[in-house]
C-alpha cells in the first residue's frame, strides 16, 4: 500500500545531542511538510516542499534544518534539542492543487529530550 | 492567522449530535477537516472547496459558507469512535503554506 513512513517511532536524545528525523512516501507526491505537535496543540508547520522548492516558516527555530534529496524522502534535523523541542514530529504529503488535495500523514516521531 | 474553532471541547452520550465550528479571520478557499485520536496522526474527514459547498459520508457532514469565512462539522447519532480531536484546516492561496484550526476535542461517552 502506498503511504508515509517515519522513522523512528521514538526518539530519545539529550540536551543539545543532534538528532535527525526521516520521512519516506511511496504516493510520488509533490508537496511534503514537517509539522510540530505539542500536547494538547494543533500541528503548527515548520517547513514545507514543492518538489525541491523549499518554505520555512518564519518562526521555525533556526535550530530546525530539513533535507529533500528527491521526492521520496524528507529529513527534520535539530542540531542542538533543547527541552522545548520534546513533541510529536509529523510529515505529510499533499499532491498539491491549491488547497484541494488532502494530506497523508505519517505516523510521527515522539521525541523526548532528556 | 490560525483558524478558531468552538467549542474548545464536547462530551456528548453514544447517539447525541454535536456541531464544531472553524472560523477564519482571512479568506478561506477551502477548509480541510482532520480528526486525530491521541498518540495518532490525523486522519482525513473531508475536504470543501466552493462556498455554499456541503459534504457527507456516513453520519459526519460539512459546510461551508465563503462568504463567513466558516466552515462547520455535523456529527449525528455519535458513536464511540467518533471521539477525538477535530481540526479544520486550510491552505493559504498560492503558497502550499497550510495552517490548521485550534482543535475541539471530542468524547462519547457510552
Known amino acids: 500500500d502506498a503511504m508515509v513512513i517515519q522513522n523512528p517511532r521514538y526518539q530519545v536524545t539529550q540536551f543539545g545531542k543532534p538528532v535527525t528525523l526521516s520521512c519516506s512516501q511511496t504516493?510520488?507526491?509533490?508537496?511534503m511538510y514537517w509539522y510540530q505537535q505539542k500536547s494538547s496543540q494543533a500541528p503548527k508547520l515548520l517547513f514545507h516542499?514543492?518538489?525541491?522548492?523549499?518554505?520555512n516558516e518564519a518562526d521555525t527555530p533556526d535550530n530546525f534544518q530539513s533535507r529533500r534529496p528527491n521526492t521520496s524522502f524528507c529529513f527534520l534535523d535539530i542540531r542542538s534539542p533543547g527541552l522545548g523541542d520534546a513533541a510529536m514530529y509529523l510529515c505529510?504529503?499533499?499532491?498539491?492543487?491549491?488547497?484541494?488535495?488532502?494530506?497523508?500523514f505519517g505516523p510521527g516521531t515522539r521525541l523526548t529530550v532528556l | 492567522q490560525q483558524p478558531v474553532q468552538s467549542p474548545q471541547a464536547v462530551i456528548l452520550r453514544e447517539g447525541e449530535d454535536a456541531v464544531i465550528n472553524c472560523s477564519s479571520s482571512?479568506?478561506?478557499?477551502?477548509v480541510h477537516w482532520y480528526r486525530q485520536k491521541h498518540g495518532e496522526a490525523p486522519v482525513f474527514l473531508m475536504i470543501l472547496l466552493k462556498g455554499g459547498e456541503q459534504k457527507g459520508h456516513d453520519k459526519i457532514s460539512a459546510s461551508f459558507n465563503e462568504k463567513k469565512q466558516q466552515s462547520s462539522l455535523y456529527l449525528t447519532a455519535s458513536q464511540l469512535s467518533y471521539s477525538g480531536t477535530y481540526f479544520c484546516g486550510t491552505e493559504i492561496a498560492g503558497t502550499y503554506k497550510y495552517i490548521f484550526g485550534t482543535g475541539t476535542r471530542l468524547k462519547v461517552l457510552a
Open positions: 516542499y514543492y518538489d525541491k522548492d523549499f518554505n
Open positions: 482571512k479568506a478561506l478557499y477551502s
Open positions: 504516493l510520488n507526491h509533490n508537496v
Open positions: 505529510a504529503t499533499s499532491r498539491g492543487g491549491g488547497g484541494a488535495a488532502e494530506q497523508f
